[in-house]
């Protein structure tokens, strides 16, 4: 059964510093890519960032290109997001997914984890 369990998260100001840690169990990250995607509040669902099954590709939506760093750890079945320059248009739910390989900024899996909640003030 696919888990996701996301953490991390917290309330900063504006210009501060998060890093996100995605932990999955019941599948290996290590085949996949995988992705994150986050949530406002009265807003849908929205991609922020993928990387490949080798690591070797990684890529951003533009709100966030320059700004955010995802990576992963294979051994440890973890991605991670550091997320730096926060601006308060950054406060949502963040979570994360493996993602398609034709439509790489779309889910694969049907069911999310619980999220962790980010919150930027001005």
């Known amino acids: 059964q696919v888990q996701l369990v996301e953490s991390g998260g917290g309330s900063v100001q504006a210009g501060g510093s998060l890093r996100l840690s995605c932990a999955a169990s019941g599948f290996y990250v290590s085949n996949y890519n995988m992705g994150w995607f986050r949530q406002a509040p009265g807003k849908e669902r929205e991609f922020v960032a993928g990387i490949t099954w080798t690591g070797h590709r990684t890529y951003y939506s533009d709100s966030v290109e320059g700004r955010f760093t995802i990576s992963r750890d294979n051994a440890k079945n973890t991605v991670y997001l550091q997320m730096t320059g926060l601006e308060p248009e950054d406060t949502a739910v963040y979570y994360c997914?493996?993602?398609?390989?034709?439509?790489?900024?779309?889910?694969?899996?049907?069911?999310w984890g619980q999220g962790t909640q980010v919150t930027v003030s001005s």
């Open positions: 997914n493996s993602v398609l390989e034709a439509r790489e900024r779309e889910p694969r899996f049907s069911s």
